[in-house]
């Protein structure tokens, strides 16, 4: 079954696994696009082809929720209430001022102020976490355990955020508070399976949506996967520019890690299936 607006896209299944892609839209709507810089820019930092790449997960029973609007406009992966999730360490705001490269977003004197921020927030934030939540109590109502499964993914390299190369996978649990562990170490073996390398709670812990709906004790285990780019598209070293990012998508390109990511969610649904 799908649910459709013009914005959120909603594939209901009935396997205990839902995806979220809260980063994969690049939409800018006119009435936002006043001020910024470029275009280019505003969509650079985009979790790019993650709705191409887990493209098979209808097929596994998953429900996936995933928004077409850029995390410029607003980051529904961030705490509405703006506060940082990674206090001390650089990061992006609930609407986005800079890039990851701490480069301006914004003309001088045009980023969005307090009203225009809680406009953004009623109109894409909360109807993407009412859906979310709606997804959850409807499955939660036919199984024991689920799984909320976030997918993200970043370039490999970004000074600001991390230092060197980051790994290919990178999950993140809330330090152990958003799932059991027995979920993180069935992703874990399957990752570690691989050619790819990985870290657990790393730079990346989780973001809004892992925190606040992992919920363990009542039956939703909640993680992140940020991917490295490198391990699913032509991601070449040193800075990127208009001509050359994003790579385009290519399914031979990312063959091995949509095996990898198969492997994964069929590991998230035969730990929810067993509880």
Same mark, same amino acid.
């Given at each position: 079954?799908?649910?459709?607006?013009?914005?959120?896209?909603?594939?209901?299944?009935?396997?205990?696994?839902?995806?979220?892609?809260?980063?994969?839209?690049?939409?800018?709507?006119?009435?936002?696009?006043?001020?910024?810089?470029?275009?280019?820019?505003?969509?650079?930092?985009?979790?790019?082809?993650?709705?191409?790449?887990?493209?098979? !997960?209808? =097929? @596994?029973? /998953?429900? $996936?929720?995933?928004?077409?609007? #850029?995390?410029?406009?607003?980051?529904?992966?961030?705490?509405?209430?703006?506060?940082?999730?990674?206090?001390?360490?650089?990061?992006?705001?609930?609407?986005?001022?800079?890039?990851?490269?701490?480069?301006?977003?914004?003309?001088?004197?045009?980023?969005?102020?307090?009203?225009?921020?809680?406009?953004?927030?009623?109109?894409?934030?909360?109807?993407?976490?009412?859906?979310?939540?709606?997804?959850?109590?409807?499955?939660?109502?036919?199984?024991?355990?689920?799984?909320?499964?976030?997918?993200?993914?970043?370039?490999?390299?970004?000074?600001?955020?991390?230092?060197?190369?980051?790994?290919?996978?990178?999950?993140?649990?809330?330090?152990?508070?958003?799932? !059991?562990? =027995? @979920?993180? /170490?069935? $992703?874990?073996?399957?990752?570690? #399976?691989?050619?790819?390398?990985?870290?657990?709670?790393?730079?990346?812990?989780?973001?809004?949506?892992?925190?606040?709906?992992?919920?363990?004790?009542?039956?939703?285990?909640?993680?992140?996967?940020?991917?490295?780019?490198?391990?699913?598209?032509?991601?070449?070293?040193?800075?990127?520019?208009?001509?050359?990012?994003?790579?385009?998508?290519?399914?031979?390109?990312?063959?091995?890690?949509?095996?990898?990511?198969?492997?994964?969610?069929?590991?998230?649904?035969?730990?929810?299936?067993?509880?």
């Amino acid at each position: 079954m799908h649910g459709l607006t013009n914005w959120l896209h909603v594939v209901r299944n009935d396997a205990p696994l839902i995806l979220s892609m809260p980063h994969a839209g690049v939409e800018i709507p006119a009435p936002f696009a006043d001020g910024l810089v470029s275009a280019w820019l505003a969509r650079r930092d985009a979790d790019w082809w993650i709705d191409r790449l887990y493209d098979f !997960a209808g =097929a @596994l029973g /998953a429900t $996936v929720i995933r928004t077409t609007i #850029s995390r410029t406009v607003i980051d529904v992966n961030r705490e509405p209430s703006g506060a940082s999730l990674y206090p001390g360490q650089a990061t992006t705001e609930l609407c986005p001022t800079t890039t990851f490269d701490g480069e301006p977003l914004y003309q001088a004197g045009a980023a969005p102020e307090a009203a225009a921020i809680a406009r953004r927030r009623e109109t894409y934030h909360a109807p993407y976490h009412a859906a979310l939540a709606a997804e959850i109590t409807r499955l939660k109502a036919q199984h024991a355990a689920i799984v909320v499964y976030d997918c993200h993914s970043i370039r490999s390299r970004i000074p600001r955020l991390f230092a060197g190369d980051l790994p290919n996978f990178n999950l993140g649990t809330y330090d152990g508070a958003s799932c !059991a562990r =027995a @979920l993180a /170490a069935a $992703v874990e073996k399957v990752c570690d #399976s691989t050619a790819f390398s990985r870290i657990t709670n790393g730079r990346f812990k989780g973001g809004y949506i892992t925190r606040h709906y992992g919920r363990p004790a009542q039956g939703v285990h909640a993680l992140q996967m940020e991917l490295a780019c490198r391990g699913y598209m032509r991601e070449e070293p040193g800075p990127v520019e208009p001509q050359s990012w994003p790579p385009h998508y290519d399914q031979e390109d990312a063959a091995a890690m949509r095996q990898a990511l198969a492997r994964i969610l069929e590991a998230c649904l035969e730990f929810a299936r067993a509880v």
